[in-house]
């Protein structure tokens, strides 16, 4: 092992399979952490050394003796009411930051989200200096804001970045692509407002060049959105999205006023119940998708000089076809 190892939290989920891809790809050695052997498997059929352990109950500095640098993508993604993903990602990401210090680790990229800045407002063209909102939209936002603080700590030691994308999408996507192809076919998708507000997006393959360039010039303690360029309209990614999976989108919409409110009451509902009953939307969910999220990359395109590798309309093709060559 040598310095240009790759050290990779979360190897089996989407962000890590295709970030040992495209360092397998270049050349680099990847050691990946995934929790099962399953995952192992799978891990090792893509060119990574697999080792097996959990963010919060193994000793990872053993696991992470010989790498040279390290990719935290693993982290707890539940947009629910409950709170578990408050301690998973705050926790998870202390003990790795940890870990990275007592074994040598010389770089580490945070992947992180926008969601740190959701309150249930509009975030437009919003960069890396506005701040933590006092009350976030839900507990996976107020983790990974906790994540966030602690990655930055952490670099006052070791020379950590902070990625944040937003709407990973794209090849080998297993989650947030097939469940709203589900909710299109199952008549359980309706835009909110019409879904004409902006939303930011990532392809996958922008956030690995992101990644790549960022352990090769990031600034320690620096954040870097990263994105596909200039934000478009909510309802063209969507249906776009469909239409690589030959579906269309109806036209049934939900006033955005409306939703909140039952956002708002499902939140209240799991909280006085315990947790035993929740509401159809959480109010995590809400802020995800309800309103216009677009973010400035003015900074990753002058420290990093990130321009995305591969465009809207290309992602979309390479969806349709089905092609998942790594880029």
Known sequence: MTDRTIF???????VGRNLIRHFIGAGRPVIGMVRSQTAAERVAALGARPVIGDMLTSDLTPLMQGAGNLIHAAANLDHGAGRAALAANRDGTARVMASAQQAGIGAVVHISTDSVLQAGMPLRDVDETAPYPARPAGAYSAGKAEAERIALQAAQTMRVMILRPRMVWGRDDGTALPTLATMVRNGRFAWISNGNYLSSTTHIANLCHAVDLALERGQAGRIYH?????ARPFRDVVTGLMATQDL?????SVPRGVLRLIARFGDALHRFSGGRLHGPLSFQEYATSALEISLNTTRAQRELGYAPVISWEAGL????LGSWSSR
Do not use: C
Request: proline share 10%; net charge negative; hydrophobic share 25%.
């Open 317 to 320: 093709e390479e969806l349709h």
């Open 226 to 230: 990263i994105t596909d360029g200039p």
């Open 8 to 14: 990779i939290t979360g190897a089996n989920g989407y």
């Open 248 to 252: 269309s989108v109806p036209e049934k």
